[in-house]
């Protein structure tokens, strides 16, 4: 308990004075189990202040942040087009944990319904003695089982930052990679910078948003995934049964019938969540 005190006194010292850190990550996954060959990638931030960290997809990120901004333009028209918006980026959930106890939510998205999910599981890491140079940092072993699968974490006492990309967290310094046994899901650190001075740490949940946000317990949480991937247009078929119009155009502009529309995007849905059999909370699926 003394070294994690330390530790912490460190890590808040090193960002003190306006020396907030973004530790860009480089995340390499596969999602579909039958198709191997068929890894991605995105950059990942993970953002360290005095308060707590905030872990997110640069591009989705900065695609949220143009989409708001043309809704916040043609709101005051009162005429709201996001007919040729398209987002970027694969990764649409993001991760706050607090300091200095490290209380973790987790906001993500499923249909237009968001839900902010606090993190109950605790990872207990085992350190082994070997030691491996990762990028430009010397770094040592720890594995741990979270989430249905066993990981393997090279941290370095370099930067006393007892954090790490995605839920991770708990190692006396910055996991600088993690990766689970199968290799399908493997996040490591490509580069550091300093935020502006004048950057503010906000959280997701006080964000402006047209739907208020489900706070629900992890529980609660498995079954509306699974009910989702079951009936993923179940929120669009409410408000058509309820008379909302909902006007869809094809990419030259040309509205089309929204009863086949609907049951084309369901198509398109169900088939690309056939493919999210590899996800990276395995025990999700069980």
Request: charged share 30%.
């Amino acid at each position: 308990m003394k070294k994690v005190i330390i530790l912490f006194s460190l890590m808040m010292a090193a960002l003190s004075n306006g020396q907030n850190q973004r530790f860009i990550y480089d995340y390499k996954f596969i999602t579909d189990s039958t198709a191997r060959d068929k890894q991605e990638s995105e950059t990942m931030y993970l953002e360290v202040t005095s308060k707590g960290s905030k872990f997110y997809s640069k591009d989705y990120f900065e695609s949220d942040s143009t989409m708001q901004a043309i809704v916040a333009k043609d709101t005051q028209s009162l005429n709201i087009n996001l007919g040729n918006f398209k987002f970027k980026g694969r990764i649409r959930y993001n991760i706050e944990k607090m300091y200095p106890d490290y209380s973790t939510n987790f906001f993500t998205t499923l249909g237009s319904d968001e839900y902010q999910v606090q993190e109950n599981r605790k990872q207990s890491w085992k350190i082994l003695p070997e030691k491996e140079k990762i990028g430009e940092f010397n770094a040592q072993k720890a594995v741990c089982d979270f989430a249905g699968r066993q990981w393997t974490a090279w941290f370095t006492t370099d930067l006393p930052i007892q954090d790490g990309p995605y839920k991770f967290y708990g190692l006396p310094g910055l996991i600088v990679k993690v990766e689970d046994h199968t290799r399908s899901h493997v996040f490591e650190l490509k580069a550091s910078k300093k935020l502006p001075a004048a950057y503010e740490w906000k959280s997701t949940k006080d964000k402006e948003r047209y739907h208020p946000l489900i706070t629900i317990s992890e529980a609660k949480f498995k079954k509306a995934f699974n009910d989702y991937r079951l009936d993923p247009m179940k929120g669009q078929k409410q408000m058509l049964a309820q008379g909302t119009i909902i006007e869809m155009r094809d990419s030259s502009g040309k509205v089309l019938d929204p009863v086949k529309a609907s049951r084309d995007q369901e198509t398109k849905a169900k088939a690309n969540i056939k493919r999210q059999n590899n996800i990276l909370e395995i025990d999700l699926l069980k």
